[in-house]
């Protein structure tokens, strides 16, 4: 259970180290496996504003200080190749696992000159792949990069984030015709989707043979938001993965929380306050002081609140305000 690190700042639009470390400590109290910083959730733009560096540093050093348990650390990668291996030194230095490549700078490369990029990056840190949708500047990835880049030695995870079904399975297609199933681990980032990606097991043919896939965990912006009671909600999939079959009333979750993140992801405006909308969440709650982005013209779009107060009313038992409530002091300390 992986959330995606959200960046906060100040009204100047600044760095605000207390309210960072605050969510870094709600998270681990909530129980993620992991986290995943310098990720789209943290807003890509920290790269032009000196802010990558100190922002992976700051997370690492508060996880440290916080828990003793293991947590999985990724930092979102990016850019052209120099950039991204530079960027994976620096995911090391402060004792990052591994790195999360995002293509969207290489659009429009060919398929080979794809995959020389991710095997120069491979070399430096262990690989989780990103399929971005293209709604938010990712690139369309055929199933042949996918079994290409899933026969990468350093590769040890893909996060599915198309929003598409048919480009999902794209990927768990490349990962069976590589024979990469049992050591690439795929996480869902279909924010869309979250319990029915975690419910479904992927048959996809090969030699002859039905293998079955399963996603093993996720790595969603979405779970920046109420974490609480999405890591309840993962172990009660886990655990009825394990049992099945799978109930009704589980697999009716689905359009409950998906319905949850049309309003925290802004559909109704093709995603333009995926953003600001989980950190209008996280506001109300008294984690954040605001919903700034690094853009200024990123903001809550017309009726998101509205939507907001619609789910948070119709869905309270999937949202953790108690939990956060009788903690925030000690994050905020």
Known sequence: MIPAHPLA???????????????????????????????????????????????????????????TRPLFLIAGLSGRTGQACAEAQVALTHGYHAGMLSLAAMKGESIDAL????????????????????????????????RRFAAIDNVIAIKMAPFDRYRT????RGVVAAAAEQRVTLYTGNDD?????????????????LIEVRIRGGLLGHWSVWTRRAVEL??????????????????????RVTDCNSALFDVAHDFAGCIPGCHEVLRRQGLLAGTWCLDPNEILSPGQAEEL???????????????VAANLSRWLS
């Open 234 to 255: 993962l172990t009660r999939i886990e655990r009825a993965v394990a049992a099945g079959p799978i109930e009704p009333a589980l697999l009716a979750l689905d359009s």
């Open 309 to 323: 107060d619609r789910v948070c009313r119709e869905h309270r038992d999937l949202t953790d305000d108690d939990f």
């Open 115 to 146: 995959i020389a990029h991710c095997e120069a990056v491979a070399a430096v840190i262990p690989l989780v792949g990103f399929y971005l949708q293209t709604a938010v500047g990712g690139i369309a990835l055929p199933a042949e990069f996918w």
């Open 9 to 67: 700042l100040t009204a100047a639009r600044e760095l605000d180290l207390r309210r960072q470390r605050a969510l870094t400590r709600y998270y681990i109290d909530a129980g993620a496996g992991g986290l995943a910083v310098g990720v789209h959730a943290t807003q890509f733009a920290i790269r032009e504003n000196g802010m990558y560096e100190p922002v992976l540093e700051l997370a690492a050093r508060t996880a440290r200080e916080w828990t």
């Open 169 to 172: 399975l794209d990927v768990v």
């Open 193 to 209: 989707h979250i319990v029915l990606d975690l419910v479904t097991p992927f048959v996809v043919p090969r030699g002859g043979k």
